[in-house]
T-cell receptor, first 112, second 112 residues
């Protein structure tokens, strides 16, 4: 059974800081790992998808890495901005590959 | 470009009442999902469908039923609402193998 864990649960940083969000998963046979963003009272928006054949994926100031052997993924945010304040969730496929299982998320607050 | 549309957005039910949440997607996605999101519990999979006429149980299916009579619609039913079903419900859709995950904006349900 796939289980996804995110650390830390919450993080507060000053604007401009680089930061790393962590995600671990139990089923290393995953074929992709995804990161989402959720703003308060809103739905989830897909940020990055890393295929199992890739080690990392980049979009603007965001970089996500995947290490299947250790069951870990990290989301690196460079030069954080107040607009980055949100909850970030990672997700991996269930064992049947038919749905995503989500971590509980890391709530990020960036102060100006 | 509607994506995934959920109706209603808010609802208050009395214990024992029934209701149906409607999800509609216009992206021709094969897979559709219902999740619930609760503080401290994260996003949990209720039921999902991998195609028209098919449904399957997720992590927390008890007390809910679903139907997918048309490819673009996925209905979530509560036959006899309980206070424990107070939550925010999200619908999502994707292509096969969980690519292109797109979420609706959510339904906030309160059972009193």
């Amino acid at each position: 059974k796939q289980e996804v864990t995110q650390i830390p649960a919450a993080l507060s940083v000053p604007e401009g800081e680089n930061l790393v969000l962590n995600c671990s998963f139990t089923d290393s046979a995953i074929y992709n790992l995804q990161w989402f963003r959720q703003d308060p009272g809103k739905g989830l928006t897909s940020l990055l998808l890393i295929q199992s054949s890739q080690r990392e994926q980049t979009s603007g100031r965001l970089n996500a890495s995947l290490d299947k052997s250790s069951g870990r993924s990290t989301l690196y945010i460079a030069a954080s901005q107040p607009g980055d304040s949100a909850t970030y969730l990672c997700a991996g496929p269930n064992q049947a590959g038919t749905a995503l299982i989500f971590g509980k998320g890391t709530t990020l607050s960036v102060s100006s | 470009n509607a994506g995934v549309t959920q109706t209603p957005k808010f609802r208050v039910l009395k214990t024992g009442q029934s209701m149906t949440l409607l999800c509609a997607q216009d992206m021709n996605h094969e897979y559709m999902y219902w999740y619930r999101q609760d503080p401290g519990m994260g996003l949990r999979l209720i039921h999902y469908s991998v195609g028209e006429g098919t449904t399957a149980k997720g992590e927390v299916p008890d007390g809910y039923n679903v139907s997918r009579l048309k490819k673009q619609n996925f209905l979530l039913g509560l036959e006899s609402a309980a206070p424990s079903q107070t939550s925010v419900y999200f619908c999502a859709s994707s292509t096969r193998d969980s690519y292109g995950y797109t979420f609706g904006s959510g339904t906030r349900l309160t059972v009193v």
